[in-house]
Nanobody, 115 residues
Framework: VQVVESGGGLVQAGGSLRLSCTAS????????MAWFRQAPGKEREFVAS????????YYADSVKGRFTISRDIAKNTVYLQMNNLKPEDQAVYYC?????????WGQGTQVPVSS
């Protein structure tokens, strides 16, 4: 199983960025997909998730209304569209795939936000 994030990079506050996460080696539509992030000196925290069973989405309060998670089953890819980025969004963003039996993490992609 491979989980690979991409799309990170330096962005100015107020700007937008779209992260991608492609999973291979697993049955993509049987996994809930989620994004987490970890800022320097802080614990990893939940950002957003997309549930495979019914397409429900969930967001951390800090990103509601600014971030959108979506899934492209044909591409085995989940996206995180991030708008109106704030300096406090600066972190390494990780993709997580979860099923009833297992879960996998990507290596992370950095999102520096300049003020």
């Amino acid at each position: 199983v491979q989980v690979v994030e991409s799309g990170g990079g330096l962005v100015q506050a107020g700007g937008s960025l779209r992260l991608s996460c492609t999973a291979s080696g697993l049955t993509f539509n049987q996994y809930t997909m989620a994004w987490f992030r970890q800022a320097p000196g802080k614990e990893r925290e939940f950002v957003a998730s997309h549930v495979h069973k019914d397409g429900s989405t969930y967001y951390a309060d800090s990103v509601k209304g600014r971030f959108t998670i979506s899934r492209d089953i044909a591409k085995n890819t989940v996206y995180l569209q991030m708008n109106n980025l704030k300096p406090e969004d600066q972190a390494v963003y990780y993709c997580n795939t979860v099923s009833t039996y297992d879960h996998y993490w990507g290596q992370g992609t950095q999102v520096p936000v300049s003020s």
